[in-house]
């Protein structure tokens, strides 16, 4: 009898915890889930021996003694290398960008340069928050490929470009962005543990979520508190 491949997936997002309850009982295989960074380390990964690990928006290194020993997986809402680094959703919705691809490739000790195994497109319409639903969907098929097919994973290529992991402070509406801009600011922080769009005003600040454009009229809903709370 042929004993079952064995998976990791290490993700902290419930989104991405919902659709692994899903998809670990139709994908073929032994699946084991890690959801915080204390219990990955590698006597851990040791024990259970999977053939991939695949890491979802996982926002910590990983130690070189996992990286060197196991297929890691990582997934990046770039076409790499375009856009390396951090805060990509929020980085490709300032920039204009309507669509990307996420890109699925070997994790390795220097961020997001790994060899690439495959890459499908992602619309960016919407909240953050149902953009990363929909690219947890998408991952899945990446998952899928990847476990099926066993790609051999191929070096990046074109011109690499950076991205800079956002601050808490850039999260407030510039003064001067007209409709469109501010509505597309409020949507790109709107989902779970993200800080929200806001503006200060006097000891408050309003922060904003659920933005729709109207016509030429913007809705979202609006939470005020002191600043200092």
């Known amino acids: 009898m042929l004993k079952k491949r064995k998976y990791l997936v290490v993700t902290i997002k419930d989104w991405n915890i919902e659709e692994y309850k899903q998809y670990s009982k139709e994908i073929e295989g032994e699946w084991h889930l890690i959801t915080s960074k204390q219990e990955l380390n590698a006597r851990a ?7 991939y690990i695949f890491f979802l928006h996982w926002s910590w290194v990983v130690p070189k003694e996992i990286t060197d020993n ?3 997986v990582c997934f990046h809402m770039t076409d790499l290398p375009y856009g390396r680094g951090g805060s990509p959703l929020q980085n490709l919705i300032v920039r204009g960008y309507k669509k990307t691809k996420i890109t699925a490739f070997r994790m390795t000790q220097e961020l997001d340069a790994g060899d690439i195994y495959k890459k499908i497109e992602l619309d960016l319409s919407g909240s953050a928050q149902e953009i990363f639903v929909r690219a947890s969907k998408k991952t899945v098929q990446l998952i899928n490929l990847i476990v099926s097919e066993r790609p051999t994973p191929r070096p990046q290529e074109g011109q690499v470009s950076l991205f800079d992991r956002r601050t808490s402070k850039q999260s407030e509406i510039p003064k001067d ?17 993200y800080p929200r769009a806001y503006i200060n005003y006097g000891d408050y600040r309003l922060t904003f979520s659920n933005a729709k454009i109207e016509g030429d009229k913007l809705n979202a809903n609006i939470e005020m508190r002191r600043v200092d709370e």
């Open 177 to 193: 962005a007209n409709i469109s801009d501010i509505y597309d600011h409020i949507r790109m922080l709107d989902a779970d543990t």
């Open 70 to 72: 196991y297929q890691c």
């Open 45 to 51: 990964v040791r024990q259970i021996g999977p053939e």
